[in-house]
Protein backbone atom coordinates (compact mmCIF):
# COMPACT_ATOMS: atom_id res chain seq x y z
CA UNK A 1 0.00 0.00 0.00
CA UNK A 2 1.14 3.41 -0.70
CA UNK A 3 -0.52 6.73 1.09
CA UNK A 4 -0.19 9.97 -0.83
CA UNK A 5 -0.68 13.16 1.14
CA UNK A 6 -0.92 16.89 -0.87
CA UNK A 7 -0.17 19.84 0.44
CA UNK A 8 0.55 23.37 -1.28
CA UNK A 9 -3.48 24.56 -2.54
CA UNK A 10 -4.49 27.97 -1.94
CA UNK A 11 -6.28 31.17 -3.59
CA UNK A 12 -3.95 32.96 -5.65
CA UNK A 13 -4.37 35.86 -8.43
CA UNK A 14 -4.20 35.36 -11.97
CA UNK A 15 -0.43 35.55 -12.41
CA UNK A 16 0.63 34.14 -9.63
CA UNK A 17 2.54 31.50 -8.49
CA UNK A 18 1.84 28.15 -6.62
CA UNK A 19 4.06 25.63 -5.28
CA UNK A 20 2.13 22.00 -4.98
CA UNK A 21 3.67 19.04 -2.75
CA UNK A 22 3.16 15.04 -2.44
CA UNK A 23 4.59 13.05 -0.12
CA UNK A 24 3.93 9.46 -0.82
CA UNK A 25 4.74 6.82 2.61
CA UNK A 26 4.44 3.03 2.73
CA UNK A 27 5.36 0.81 -0.35
CA UNK A 28 7.64 3.78 -1.61
CA UNK A 29 9.69 0.85 -3.64
CA UNK A 30 7.03 -0.27 -5.52
CA UNK A 31 6.43 3.36 -7.07
CA UNK A 32 7.58 3.61 -10.64
CA UNK A 33 5.49 6.89 -11.73
CA UNK A 34 4.33 9.70 -9.45
CA UNK A 35 2.40 12.85 -11.06
CA UNK A 36 -0.52 15.28 -10.94
CA UNK A 37 -4.13 15.33 -12.09
CA UNK A 38 -6.67 18.19 -12.12
CA UNK A 39 -10.16 17.86 -11.69
CA UNK A 40 -12.32 21.30 -12.21
CA UNK A 41 -15.99 20.92 -11.90
CA UNK A 42 -18.37 19.40 -13.75
CA UNK A 43 -15.33 17.88 -15.92
CA UNK A 44 -13.28 14.98 -15.62
CA UNK A 45 -10.35 14.73 -14.32
CA UNK A 46 -7.16 15.09 -16.25
CA UNK A 47 -3.54 14.63 -16.74
CA UNK A 48 -1.24 17.68 -15.74
CA UNK A 49 2.45 15.99 -15.46
CA UNK A 50 4.48 12.70 -14.63
CA UNK A 51 7.47 12.03 -14.07
CA UNK A 52 9.13 8.34 -13.81
CA UNK A 53 12.35 6.79 -11.83
CA UNK A 54 14.37 8.47 -13.76
CA UNK A 55 13.16 11.87 -13.99
CA UNK A 56 11.34 11.96 -17.18
CA UNK A 57 8.51 14.12 -17.56
CA UNK A 58 5.25 14.47 -19.07
CA UNK A 59 2.99 17.45 -19.52
CA UNK A 60 -0.04 18.32 -20.57
CA UNK A 61 -0.10 20.50 -23.68
CA UNK A 62 -1.87 23.60 -21.65
CA UNK A 63 0.39 24.05 -19.10
CA UNK A 64 3.84 23.37 -20.81
CA UNK A 65 6.28 25.89 -20.10
CA UNK A 66 4.01 27.45 -17.17
CA UNK A 67 3.70 24.05 -14.62
CA UNK A 68 6.88 22.11 -13.75
CA UNK A 69 7.21 18.76 -11.62
CA UNK A 70 10.23 17.24 -9.83
CA UNK A 71 10.74 14.16 -7.72
CA UNK A 72 12.83 14.10 -4.61
CA UNK A 73 13.60 10.41 -4.04
CA UNK A 74 15.30 10.72 -1.18
CA UNK A 75 12.09 12.46 0.46
CA UNK A 76 9.65 10.32 -1.63
CA UNK A 77 8.02 13.58 -2.36
CA UNK A 78 7.06 15.06 -5.67
CA UNK A 79 6.46 18.72 -6.19
CA UNK A 80 4.56 20.75 -8.41
CA UNK A 81 5.79 24.47 -9.24
CA UNK A 82 2.51 26.55 -10.57
CA UNK A 83 3.56 29.61 -12.41
CA UNK A 84 1.68 32.32 -14.35
CA UNK A 85 -1.39 31.23 -13.39
CA UNK A 86 -4.42 31.53 -15.27
CA UNK A 87 -8.28 31.52 -14.23
CA UNK A 88 -8.97 28.04 -16.05
CA UNK A 89 -6.19 26.37 -13.51
CA UNK A 90 -8.34 26.56 -11.06
CA UNK A 91 -9.35 22.88 -10.01
CA UNK A 92 -8.89 20.53 -7.33
CA UNK A 93 -5.16 19.07 -8.23
CA UNK A 94 -4.66 14.94 -7.41
CA UNK A 95 -1.46 13.30 -6.84
CA UNK A 96 -0.83 10.05 -8.17
CA UNK A 97 1.38 6.79 -8.00
CA UNK A 98 1.32 4.07 -10.18
CA UNK A 99 3.21 0.93 -8.97
CA UNK A 100 5.51 -1.63 -10.62
CA UNK A 101 2.00 -4.10 -9.50
CA UNK A 102 0.11 -1.97 -11.46
CA UNK A 103 -1.90 -0.50 -8.81
CA UNK A 104 -3.24 3.26 -8.82
CA UNK A 105 -2.93 5.20 -5.95
CA UNK A 106 -4.60 8.94 -5.00
CA UNK A 107 -3.92 11.22 -3.11
CA UNK A 108 -7.05 13.42 -1.21
CA UNK A 109 -6.68 16.12 -3.23
CA UNK A 110 -5.82 19.74 -2.92
CA UNK A 111 -7.86 22.76 -4.17
CA UNK A 112 -6.43 25.27 -6.42
CA UNK A 113 -8.59 28.71 -7.30
CA UNK A 114 -6.99 31.60 -9.63
CA UNK A 115 -8.80 34.27 -8.81
CA UNK A 116 -9.47 37.01 -12.54
Known amino acids: QVQLVESGGGLVPAGGSLRLSCAAS????????MGWYRQAPGKQRDLVAT???????NYAESVKGRLNISRDNAKNTVYLDMNSLKPEDTAVYYC??????????WGQGTQVTVSS
Open 26 to 33: GSIGSINT
Open 51 to 57: IDRGGST
Open 96 to 105: HAFSQFLVNY
